[in-house]
């Protein structure tokens, strides 16, 4: 991809303040439903009797459904496979070409994870905010999807179709499809301990974007016109408190082991201190109290 200038809201005639990731309140697995429940949302879907094991010249073709990125349905057609995912995020980035770009490298980024490398068609899923105005959705809508459009064609596909609606928040994803051979694909089942994960980006990334936009956000002020936390701050002192509040219930929770090691020794009385708490010990009780 060739180098293009950074995003600019006013050389499209937008507000200076525009930010496209203020059309969704939800980013990265915050937005997924957690596995477990998901399972359970799915379990009628599990109840196929039309899924039945497929053979082709007398080996059975592997078939990989519900629950997984991407599903692999053996065709009527022996030896081929019908090869499928679909996916959609939320906007991370602000820069509209380019979150079409993220938005159709997640899609395919399912079908490589199965081996792979060649996709057959796409079709875009979009969900249009409906908060936006007019000038918003005319000047950024075509640009997401230029920028979904020249990620596909650089991955040797393209785009055919797909669907759009009004939503309040801004959708973006779309469908990945290939026919392949037992031989162009790899099933996900095969790990196994000692073997090599490969990551194809730097850990941390989605926290990195989540400060930058953090920091992008005016100051809110209380009535007496204080400054009130923003979002990311507050989700890191909470977070900080609960880590902290963990390392106080672990230091305790080992001097209970060892003052109840020396009751069974029949050592003598005594009292320890740990994560703020003093613990005193007499025969038979074990006597908690705030740090004095």
């Not at 203020?22 to 599990?46: A, I, N, W, Y």
Request: glycine share 8%.
């Amino acid at each position: 991809m060739s180098a293009r200038e950074s995003f600019n809201p006013e050389s499209y005639e937008l507000d200076k303040s525009f930010r496209l990731t203020r059309f969704t309140e939800l980013k990265g697995t915050g937005c997924k439903v957690p596995q477990d429940v998901l399972q359970k949302l799915l379990e009628s879907l599990q109840e196929n009797h039309f899924q039945e094991d497929e053979q082709f010249l007398g080996a059975v073709m592997p078939r990989l459904g519900i629950g997984m990125d991407t599903c692999v349905i053996p065709l009527r057609h022996g030896g081929l496979s019908l090869v499928q995912t679909t996916d959609y995020i939320y906007p991370i980035v602000d820069d509209p070409y380019m979150m079409g770009r993220i938005a159709c490298a997640n899609v395919l980024s399912d079908l490589y994870a199965m081996g792979v490398t060649e996709c057959d068609n796409m079709l875009m899923l979009l969900g249009v905010s409906n908060k936006m105005t007019d000038r918003e959705r005319d000047k950024v809508i075509p640009l997401i999807i230029q920028g979904f459009k020249d990620a596909a064609e650089e991955a040797g596909t393209s785009v055919t179709g797909g669907q759009t609606v009004l939503n309040p928040w801004i959708v973006l994803g779309g469908v990945a499809t290939t026919v392949c051979q037992p031989n162009e694909f790899i099933m996900p089942d095969n790990a196994v301990p000692g073997d090599v994960l490969v990551l194809t980006k730097p850990l941390g990334t989605q926290v990195a974007v989540a400060v930058h936009q953090w920091l992008d956000i005016e100051p809110d002020l209380d009535e007496e016109g204080n400054m009130e936390p923003a979002p990311g701050e507050k989700i890191l002192r909470d977070n900080k408190e609960q880590r902290d509040q963990r390392s106080r219930l672990r230091a305790i929770d080992g001097k209970l082991r060892e003052i109840n090691e020396q009751t069974e020794d029949g050592s003598t009385d005594g009292e320890m201190e740990a994560g703020g708490v003093i613990m005193q010990r007499t025969r038979d009780v074990i006597i908690l109290a705030k740090d004095r």
